[in-house]
C-alpha cells in the first residue's frame, strides 16, 4: 500500500481527535500565537488608557450567555485595564440574564487587580428598557438607579457620590451583541454627547466602522480576536487569547488535512490505483 493510499484510508476518528487536541490543548496551556493589534481595538486601548487616574466611566454589559464566549473576555480585559489605570467603572446591564455575568466579570477583574467594590467601581445591575434607561441616565442617574445592585443608596457609595448624568462621567464604555449599541449611539452620544468606546459581537463589527469613520464612537472591540488584542495590549492571557489560540489550531489542522487529502488522492490517481474499496470511515469516504 502506498503513502497515498494509506492517507486516504485514515479513520476519520483519528480526524476528530486530532480536532479535540487541537482545541483542548491551547485551553490548557496556551501557546500565545501571535496577534496583530488593530487600529480599531488600538483606539480603544488609547482612548480609555488616556483617561486621567480618579476618572468616572459607565459600563454597560448588555449581553447573555449565548454570546457570553465574545463578550465575558471582552469586559474582563476592559474592567483589568480600567482598575489598572484607577478609574471608577459604574457598571451596569440591561438584559436580565446580564446580571450574573456581568457581576461575575467584575469579580474576575478586581480579583486580578485588587479593586474594591463601592470604593473602586459600583454594580447597578440590571434596568428594564433600552431608551428609557439611557436618557434617564442622561437626565437623572438617581431617577433610574437610586440604589445599587445590593440595594446601598447611590450617594453612599463613594464611586457614584456626586455622579448625576453623562456630564459626570468621563466616557461610557458598551458592550453588547444586540441593537443595544445603536441606541447607546443615538442617546448617550448622539444627545448628550457622552465620548463612546464600543464592543460588540465579531459578525456585528462591520456594522460600527462609519461611526467610527464619523468619531461618533472612539474605539470598535470586535469578537473573540478584538478581545484578545485588547488582552495583549494589557499583557495579559485571558479566556480570548487561549480561544483564538485553539481556533487557529483547529483551522490550521483542517487546512493540512485538506491538503493533505488532495495531494494523496491525486497522487494515488495519478498511479492509476484503484480507490472504490475506501473502508468505512476513511478521509475519502
Known sequence: MTWARKVLSI???IIFLLVAAGVALPLLRPVNLPITVTPRVQAAFDAIDALPAGSKVLLSMDYEPDIMAEL???????????????????????????????ERALRTAAKAEGAVLNKDYAWLGYKSGFQVVMIGIGENLRGMYPV????????????????????????????????????WIQFAQGRFHAPLVVGCTAVMATDYYPY?????????????????????????????RRG????????????????LGNVA?????????????????????
Request: proline residues 4%.
Open 148 to 183: 445599587d445592585f445590593y440595594g446601598t443608596p447611590l450617594d453612599s457609595i463613594p464611586v457614584t457620590r456626586g455622579v448625576n448624568a453623562y456630564r459626570q462621567m468621563a466616557m461610557v464604555i458598551n458592550l453588547s451583541g444586540s441593537s443595544a449599541t445603536d441606541y
Open 265 to 285: 488522492l491525486f497522487v494515488a490517481r495519478r498511479a492509476g490505483e484503484d480507490l472504490g474499496g475506501r473502508p468505512a470511515g476513511s478521509m475519502t469516504r
Open 72 to 102: 465575558f473576555p471582552m469586559s474582563v480585559a476592559v474592567l483589568r485595564h480600567c482598575f489598572r489605570k484607577h478609574l471608577q467603572v459604574i457598571a451596569m446591564t440591561l438584559y436580565p440574564a446580564g446580571t450574573g455575568l456581568g
Open 11 to 13: 479513520d476519520r476518528r
Open 212 to 240: 467610527l469613520s464619523s468619531k461618533q464612537i472612539l474605539g470598535l472591540v470586535g469578537g473573540m480576536k478584538g478581545a484578545a488584542e485588547y488582552e495583549r495590549l494589557i499583557d495579559t492571557v485571558g479566556d480570548a
Open 244 to 259: 483564538m489560540d485553539a481556533q487557529s489550531l483547529v483551522h490550521l489542522i483542517v487546512a493540512l488535512l485538506v491538503i
